[in-house]
């Protein structure tokens, strides 16, 4: 992913917009981008600081970063786990399909 398409992506990525199919691409740049990282955290914190103007302050923007970015990790875990099942569910299914096919033939 270039830059430029990781800079396109951080909206998304604020407004829990992203999808899957680009969300490790993005993850990927950013842990070896520290250019865009920091792109990421500034324009985390004008968002985010922006909403919670009206709290007492006590709301800590970096924690809810990292908290954000851990969310966004384990989001992104789950959904790899769910394909890996997925995509063991239907080879045992169409193993399953082919015995009773073979059976009958047989
Ligand atoms: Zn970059």
């Known amino acids: 992913m270039e830059c430029k398409e990781f800079?396109?992506?951080i909206p998304d990525f604020l407004q829990k917009n992203m999808g899957y199919g680009v969300m490790e691409d993005f993850r990927e740049h950013m842990d070896h981008c520290e250019a865009c990282k920091e792109e990421l955290s500034i324009q985390f914190l004008v968002a985010e600081g922006m909403r919670h103007l009206?709290?007492?302050?006590?709301?800590?923007l970096q924690k809810e970063l990292d908290r954000r970015l851990e969310e966004n990790r384990n989001r992104l875990l789950i959904h790899k786990k769910?394909?890996?099942?997925?995509?063991?569910?239907?080879?045992?299914?169409?193993?399953?399909?082919?015995?009773?096919?073979?059976?009958?033939?047989?």
Do not use: K, S
Not at 54 to 60: H, I, Q, V, Y
């Open 54 to 60: 009206e709290d007492d302050g006590a709301f800590d």
């Open 82 to 106: 769910l394909l890996l099942a997925r995509r063991y569910f239907f080879t045992a299914l169409i193993t399953a399909v082919g015995m009773v096919i073979l059976l009958f033939l047989g």
């Open 7 to 9: 800079e396109h992506l």
